[in-house]
């Protein structure tokens, strides 16, 4: 196979995936749906964008159709900015009246027949340029509404941030070979491949779309933050976390929260699960025991079950997760260091 054979299957197989995730956001049930369809709308701008640059190298293609891949740009704009208002903004319901936002892309999705795209027509690099400021605007505002909000959930407000810069170098890649300074084109379909799959990895790591879990909740991250601070106190004043037997509604109850509201204050601001960050304490409290003199004699079971495990099983695997040691190796490089 040659390179340019290669080069094919690596652009189309990450378009594929760009149009699998279109598909499966348009389907999904869960979460915000205004957000689920915009962040599709958004990827499937882009998939446009970047099937034209392989339709490109590899087939002559007629203007109009130069100027149909162009439009996905003017479509992925917009549903960058709605995508980051829902996300971040926790809007319920979205304007119909923001739509107008799409005039640009429909007019010239309309006029596609008629808008110049020739080498040889200068008029083709000012509706080209137009079209890319155009996608500068809307990330521009993008990062203006990220910075407004700030206080937003840490891991929406990290995975936003993280698609405003993949956008923003695929911009930044184009924008580059019109300048000369990257002369590869068929660059942006491999590089946008990349993104596609990291993307995926990350939602697929978030346990398909984490992010939009709790989209529809309204309790704001102050509130969270104080959630999060008053079970923090109850686990270190009263050692709560040696209870074995301790659950979320054990303890939502004990502190007078909804198990649903104190789960979400855990999530975003630990980036954990109740019972990951219950263990975390559980963990520390291990390796204070196996690294103290006094405990050295103590059977690693035994220390298992003072910190609160349920079994040596899930402590092993818990401890060696977090410190990369399991509990016997831990136990001795911290007695060859004292």
């Known amino acids: 196979m040659d390179s340019q054979s290669i080069i094919l299957v690596l652009s189309c197989l990450g378009l594929a995936q760009a149009l699998f995730l279109c598909v499966y956001l348009f389907t999904l049930k869960k979460g915000n749906k205004n957000a ?65 936002h799409l005039l640009l892309f429909i007019v ?50 990290s995975w936003y941030r993280n698609l405003l810069i993949g956008v923003a170098l695929v911009w930044v890649f184009y924008m580059g070979n019109l300048a000369g300074l990257i002369p590869y084109y068929i660059g942006g379909a491999i590089f946008f491949s990349l ?20 989209a529809n909740s309204t309790m704001d991250h102050a509130t969270s933050q104080k959630y999060v601070s008053q079970l923090k106190t109850l686990l270190e004043t009263e050692e709560a976390y040696l209870d074995s037997d301790l659950s979320l509604h054990r303890t939502s109850k004990q502190l007078g929260i909804a198990p649903r509201e104190l789960s979400q204050a855990i999530n975003e601001n630990e980036q954990q699960n109740f019972s990951e960050f219950v263990n975390s304490y559980r963990i520390q409290k291990a390796k204070k025991l196996l690294a103290d003199s ?37 136990r001795k490089k911290a007695k060859s260091e004292q």
């Not at 080209?128 to 990330?139: D, E, N, T």
Request: aromatic content about 18%.
């Open 294 to 330: 006094t405990y050295a004699q103590e059977k690693i079971a035994t220390i298992a079950y003072d910190c609160g495990f349920g079994n040596v099983t899930s402590f092993n695997i818990s401890f060696k997760t977090a410190t990369g040691h399991t509990p016997s190796q831990y």
């Open 36 to 100: 689920n369809m915009f962040l599709a709308l958004l990827l499937l701008g882009l998939s446009i964008r970047i099937g034209k640059s392989v339709l490109n190298v590899y087939f002559d293609l007629e203007p109009w159709h130069r100027n149909l891949g162009l439009s996905g740009i003017l479509l992925a704009g917009p549903f960058l900015w709605f995508y980051g208002r829902v996300l971040l903004g926790r809007e319920k319901k979205f304007a119909k009246k923001n739509y107008w």
């Open 195 to 214: 993104l596609v799959y990291i993307f995926s990895f990350l939602l697929l790591k978030r346990s398909s779309f984490a992010v939009e879990k709790y």
């Open 108 to 157: 010239f999705v309309v006029g596609c027949k008629i808008i110049p795209n020739s080498f040889e027509n200068g008029w083709s690099y000012v509706f080209y340029l137009s079209v890319f400021l155009h996608l500068a605007v809307y990330l521009v505002l993008s990062i203006l509404l990220l910075l407004r909000h700030l206080t937003a959930g840490k891991s929406v407000w």
